[in-house]
């Protein structure tokens, strides 16, 4: 029994050193913790730092307290709040990670845990001094334009120096500046600037504002056709939380898009909401992490490490372009933040609006099986009509030989360059080829680390593997035969079809957009505003830009590649694709002007294509939910897969097949492999994969709890768990 106020009382703490989860201490007179609350505690002769948790929730022995070494101090920042703390267990439990690799996702800024304060930053000084200009420090003028930050962070920013920037702050060409790092945000006003609904948005957005009063669980599907005003519409609902002083978390799949969703938040709320995401400066992390603590910051868009923020008062979550696979985390903590979302807003007991013009088909089941409020868009807002979809069979029109644009889709090209309209041509792969050969002796490029091909990219001049980051210049002479001048490239990439559109059309202004040109939020807002503004006329893109973005005199979009997607029998290709070419689909006609969508296939019969040509989404859905029930597939059956990696091939092998034969036997289970998997060498290390097929009604995470835990492995051997897996490589 822990005794009254005036004696010391012990704690149970979940401390972030490997295989250490769980430590108990003394709670020293004159000091009182709750549970949430972030401690400081010795740990031999190291100072760790712990969350104090629910007592009985956390398993270990109880120690008499004579023998607990006591806290050494509570951090100046609020307990982490019971919601918070459940989402944790939840997801170790769900995930089977370890608990305090999840607690350490929601402490995500260390700076944070320090306390506010003022801190220095520094920035350009306003009077031009006549001090000596180098090189270097007219580079670093050039490029601190607008910047405050650490000196640190500036050099990152201008690439020069701690030194260079100090020299220019001695010679007065910099300026510092006191910042307090608890300054509160501008506040979001809900009654700025409220935009007119059209009849079916008022209803979903009544739905969703009553439910954020109501103060209760209530998830939504909001399903909306793209160009519907689904950001209008949960917008409303942001608007009734901000209007009760409560919080809303907006999730997105890509940082890409934070740019152009804080434009449209600031027009309709008066003020930017808090972005949160890695690109973040420790500075901004630091400011963000504290106010949302504090409930300081009102409204919150990220990415989906934003699910594990510490929110005071969280009346709302929206996850936008919640079918999208880029809330799927693949390592560390292998979470979908789409299902992690759900879960935050039942322990928080408040509402979750996922939306989506192409849910996945575990959403929509969730929906028909009553668990979720499904809330329709059938049209686009301001009657702006659908886009045409047509196919192109690349077997009647062939493309000229070494080219990937077939006849129609290059009419369709010219045809929009003499109207001064917008073209968007899809192909989801970067670079200039996918594939590079040596004329001479066949010899093809790969990576050292992973079983891939070098992907060659011309603007970088760059041989680079798109699975582990290596890079080469490409050689003079080819590795295996000497051969000078031998690279031949195979296959189009989105840089090769940029080339093949100069040719077409000389005077068009193409833009590759990919995540190697757009590659931080400054670079999207300027593709963005330079696509609004007519400064580019074709784009050639990867996914990146098939969601989200509205240009209203985008009238043509072409897909290189239709059937690229469905290569490799993935378990979601289907659906995937389905998404993928809807969504950018769906880019095309959104202002006054039809638009017009080309599919370049040579199969126009498959089922995801003539269903995409139809329109016809029900038809498709109901098609690929029988294909799921016949193969027990998410939604009707589980799936998990076990990794086993190691740098040593055989010994990666042999604890795959260790593994495999304690596997259990079970009724509701099947278990497949091991066998090694398709990207059988990945970053370095070999890597074996088991599949585990169960049904729904099975306890899933007991029995691999059950399987894996008494087993031993050799140091270099790593065995992840990926609970609903979406990458089968
Ligand atoms: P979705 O996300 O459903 O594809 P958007 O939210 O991007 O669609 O909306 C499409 C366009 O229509 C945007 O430019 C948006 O500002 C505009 N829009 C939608 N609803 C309204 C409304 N009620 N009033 C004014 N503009 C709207
Ligand atoms: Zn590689």
């Known amino acids: 029994m822990n005794a009254a106020n005036t004696q010391s009382k012990t704690c149970r703490c979940l401390v972030f050193n490997p295989g250490l989860d769980v430590l108990d201490y003394r709670v020293p007179a004159g000091m009182t913790v709750e549970p949430g609350s972030v401690v400081v505690a010795p740990l031999g002769p190291r100072q760790i730092i712990g969350i104090v948790w629910d007592h009985g929730r956390l ?50 800024s260390s700076a944070a845990l320090q306390g506010g304060g003022m801190i220095t930053e520094y920035r350009l000084a306003d009077a ?52 307090d790092s608890d300054r509160a945000y501008p506040e979001p006003d809900p009654d700025h600037a409220v935009p007119v609904l059209s009849d079916g948005q008022a209803a979903a957005a009544d739905r969703i504002i009553a439910a954020t009063r109501a103060r209760a669980f209530q998830p939504f599907l909001l399903d909306g056709v793209t160009g519907s005003g689904k950001t209008e519409t949960y917008a409303e609902g942001i608007a009734a939380a901000l209007a009760m002083g409560r919080q809303v978390l907006v999730l997105l799949p890509e940082i890409a898009l934070t740019q152009n969703f804080l434009a449209r938040f600031e ?127 690349l077997r009647e029109h062939q493309p000229d030989r070494g080219r990937w644009l077939a006849p129609p889709l290059v009419k369709a090209l010219e045809e929009r360059a003499k109207r001064g309209e917008q073209s968007l041509l899809f192909l989801n792969r970067r670079g200039y080829a996918p594939l590079t050969l040596c004329r001479a002796c066949g010899y093809r490029f790969c990576c050292p680390n992973c079983s891939a091909w070098l992907v060659e990219h011309r603007l970088s001049h760059r041989l680079a593997c798109h699975h582990c980051g290596h890079e080469v210049p490409p050689p003079p002479a080819c590795p295996e035969c000497a051969e000078p001048d031998c690279m031949v490239a195979c296959g189009p990439g989105v ?90 689909a769906g880019r095309a006609g959104r202002g006054e002007k039809p638009g017009e969508v080309l599919l370049q296939t ?92 169960a049904r729904r009604s099975s306890d899933l995470q007991t029995v691999l709890r059950d399987w894996l835990g008494p087993l031993k492995f050799p140091p270099g051997i790593r065995v992840a768990v990926d609970i609903d897996p979406y990458s089968f490589v």
Request: proline letters at 6%; charged letters at 25%; glycine letters at 8%.
């Open 59 to 108: 398993p270990g022995a109880d120690f008499p307290i004579a023998k607990l070494r006591p806290l050494l101090q509570v951090l100046p920042v609020p307990p982490l709040p019971a919601p918070l703390r459940r989402l944790i267990e939840w997801t170790a439990d769900y995930y089977l990670s370890p608990l305090s690799q999840v607690a350490r996702m929601a402490l995500s």
């Open 128 to 179: 031009a001094h006549p001090a000596r200009i180098t090189p270097q420090r007219a580079k670093a003028i050039e490029r601190l334009a607008g910047a405050q930050a650490t000196i640190r962070e500036l050099a990152v920013i201008a690439d020069v120096s701690d030194a260079v920037l100090r020299g220019m702050l001695g010679a007065g060409l910099l300026e510092s500046v006191r910042v």
């Open 267 to 393: 027009a309709r709320f008066g003020a930017a909401p808090v972005a949160w995401h890695s690109g973040l400066k420790a500075s901004e992390r630091r400011r963000a992490w504290r106010q949302v603590s504090q409930g300081g910051a009102k409204a919150v868009v990220g990415a989906r490490s934003a699910l594990f923020l510490p929110f005071a008062n969280l009346g709302l979550i929206v996850v936008d372009e919640a079918h999208e696979i880029a809330f799927k985390q693949d390592d560390g903590v292998r979470y979908n933040a789409r299902d992690v979302a759900v879960m935050r807003a039942r322990f928080e007991s408040i509402p979750v609006v996922l939306a989506s013009a192409t849910p996945a088909l575990e959403s929509l089941a969730m929906a028909d099986a009553g668990r979720y409020e499904r809330l329709v868009l059938p049209d686009r807002f301001g009657g702006a009509q659908m886009p045409h979809i047509q196919i192109v069979d």
């Open 495 to 584: 840089e090769r079809i940029a080339d093949e559109l100069r040719e077409i059309l000389p005077d068009a202004r193409v833009m590759v957009a990919t995540s190697d040109t757009l590659n931080s939020a400054d670079k999207a807002a300027e593709f963005v505003e330079q696509v609004t503004h007519g400064g580019i006329d074709v784009i050639v893109g990867t996914q990146l830009v098939t969601k989200g973005f509205h240009f209203p005199n985008l009238t043509l979009v072409g897909v290189i590649d239709a059937d690229m997607g469905l290569e490799g029998g993935d378990l979601r290709a289907a659906e995937r694709t389905y998404q993928q070419i809807a969504q950018v």
């Open 602 to 693: 040579r199969h126009p019969d498959a089922a995801v294509i003539a269903a995409l040509a139809s329109g016809d989404r029900d038809a498709f859905y109901a098609a690929e939910t029988e294909a799921r029930r016949d193969a027990n597939a998410p939604p009707f059956g589980r799936w998990a897969a076990i990794i086993v990696s190691s740098e040593d091939e055989a010994e990666a092998k042999a604890a795959a097949r260790g593994i495999g034969g304690t596997r259990p036997t079970l009724d509701d289970v099947m278990i497949l492999g091991p066998a090694p998997a398709p990207l059988s060498l990945l970053r370095g290390r070999y890597r074996y994969r088991l599949l585990i097929n």
